[in-house]
Structure formats: structure tokens, C-alpha cells
Nanobody, 125 residues
Framework: QVQLVESGGGSVQAGGSLQLSCVASGDLNRGRCMGWFRQVPGKEREGVARVWTGGRWATYADSVKGRFSASQDTAKNTLYLQMNSLKPEDSATYYC??????????????????WGQGTEVIVSS
């Protein structure tokens, strides 16, 4: 059973940077989909970045392309999200997620069966 714990959220001024971490406990299979999502109250959870475990490929939402970068440290079972040039509209609770079954890697939240508890990011103007 995989468990995910996010950290690294906080308050930052617009234009600043934060790095989120997602530490996974349990066995992560290679070639599985992991993602970063975010949610603000009253809105649906939206995908930010997704990766294949053990790989270098990453895909980003249009709203964060060129500013956010996802990476992995497989030895530490950790997924990172480097967020640069932050904007107030990036304020949200950020979640990482893991899809245990093999299959497509999309931003469909229903595809993911394991979620972290979230870490809050506040960007002030």
C-alpha cells in the first residue's frame, strides 16, 4: 500500500519560487503515472504536472508551462515540483497522486487511486 506525503508549501510573493516534495512510502512500480494536482475551494481539482515513475518524461498544464518543473529522485521515492515565477492564481492546495495500475497517464483525477493530504501554497501580489 503506497502512501504519499507532500511538503514544501507556504506563503510567497508573486514572482517567487517554491519547491514541493512528495515522499512515497511503500513500493512504487516503475512505469506508473504520478501527478501533481491543485485545488481551490469551490473548484474542481486540476492537473498541474504528470510523470511516469522512473522516467524523465513530464507533461504540464498550459497554465504552468515554462514555470513549473516536475522531477523525481527514485532512490528517495520522492517526486518534486519546482514552481518558479509564481502568480497569485497559483494559490491552491497542491496534491500528489499515484496510479497503481498500469495504464494511460492523464489528468483525470479518477485514474489515480492514492492521494497525499495536500500542502497549501499562497502567492500574494
Amino acid at each position: 500500500q503506497v502512501q504519499l506525503v507532500e511538503s514544501g508549501g507556504g506563503s510567497v510573493q508573486a514572482g517567487g519560487s517554491l519547491q514541493l516534495s512528495c515522499v512515497a512510502s511503500g513500493d512504487l512500480n516503475r512505469g506508473r503515472c504520478m501527478g501533481w494536482f491543485r485545488q481551490v475551494p469551490g473548484k474542481e481539482r486540476e492537473g498541474v504536472a504528470r510523470v511516469w515513475t522512473g522516467g524523465r518524461w513530464a507533461t504540464y498544464a498550459d497554465s504552468v508551462k515554462g514555470r513549473f518543473s516536475a522531477s523525481q529522485d527514485t532512490a528517495k521515492n520522492t517526486l518534486y515540483l519546482q514552481m518558479n515565477s509564481l502568480k497569485p492564481e497559483d494559490s491552491a492546495t497542491y496534491y500528489c497522486a499515484y496510479r497503481a495500475p498500469a495504464g494511460a497517464c492523464t489528468f483525470d483525477t479518477s485514474d489515480f487511486d492514492t492521494w497525499g493530504q495536500g500542502t497549501e501554497v499562497i502567492v500574494s501580489s
